[in-house]
């Protein structure tokens, strides 16, 4: 089945405590992002990723950081978590079609809480 | 600047009746793509359409239909007849690719409540 699998769904932990998101799809996208939901903001791009070791700036990147060292995977990694990245996260992938990406396959989201 | 605009934070109708979603873009590329999202109450986010910059068609998919105006930069989303499960935010979305980086932005979401 084709899919987006982001661990864990659901974390609580402490200012200052890093932490790591995983993020694997399946379907062989060269394009994967995170996004941050938050009420009356939509979704906010933190990092994309065109291919491996291709990574760039969404738009809200302070205090993230991501790698991809393979194509399926693509972690968000909070080094030193603040009570303002409490939020829920979505890792998406999609396939580039001339160089847009298409559509994007959503993962069940995180919902992160930083106390 | 604001990239997708949607402008209905909440709208709120009874079951039956037609909706319209507005979407407002901003790009100034000639070539991008825009899609539909759907996120019921479970949380999930699903892929409605996406439609390219070159193609003005209006696509209708049973209940719902799309209409994408360049002279406007809109892209509006109507449900026609809704019913209860149409019920959850919609997001507007807009991919475009500058200078090498490609960026797909998302508007602020549309709450749907339909109403029994």
């Known amino acids: 089945e084709a899919q987006v699998t982001q661990n864990p769904r659901y974390l609580i932990t402490v200012t200052g405590k890093k932490l790591t998101v995983t993020c694997s799809q399946n379907m062989n996208h060269e394009y994967m992002s995170w996004y941050r939901q938050d009420p009356g903001l939509g979704l906010r791009q933190i990092y ?3 291919n491996v070791e291709v990574t760039d700036k969404g738009d809200v990147p302070e205090g993230y950081k991501v790698s991809r ?3 399926r995977n693509f972690p968000l990694i909070l080094e030193s978590p ?3 990245q409490t939020s829920l996260y979505f890792c998406a992938s999609s396939f580039l079609l001339g160089g847009f990406a298409t559509e994007a396959f959503f993962g069940q989201g995180t919902r992160l809480t930083v106390v | ?8 934070t909440e709208i709120s109708v009874v079951e039956k009746e037609d909706v319209t979603l507005d979407c407002v873009y901003e790009t100034r590329d000639t070539t991008y793509y825009l899609f539909w999202y759907k996120q019921p109450p479970s949380g999930e986010l699903v892929f409605l359409i996406r439609r390219n910059s070159f193609d ?3 696509e209708i998919s049973g209940r719902y239909s799309w209409n994408f105006q360049k002279s406007t930069s ?3 989303f109507t449900i026609t007849a809704s019913q209860v ?3 959850a935010v919609y997001f507007c979305a807009l991919s475009e690719a500058r200078q090498g980086a490609q960026k797909l932005v998302f ?3 549309t709450r749907l409540t339909i109403n029994p």
């Open chain 1, 69 to 71: 060292k393979e194509k």
């Open chain 1, 48 to 50: 994309y990723s065109m």
């Open chain 2, 85 to 87: 499960v149409d019920s």
């Open chain 2, 1 to 8: 600047a604001q990239k997708v605009t949607q402008a209905q």
């Open chain 1, 82 to 84: 603040s009570p303002n």
């Open chain 2, 107 to 109: 508007g602020q979401g």
């Open chain 2, 74 to 76: 809109s892209f509006n």
């Open chain 2, 56 to 58: 003005e068609q209006n």
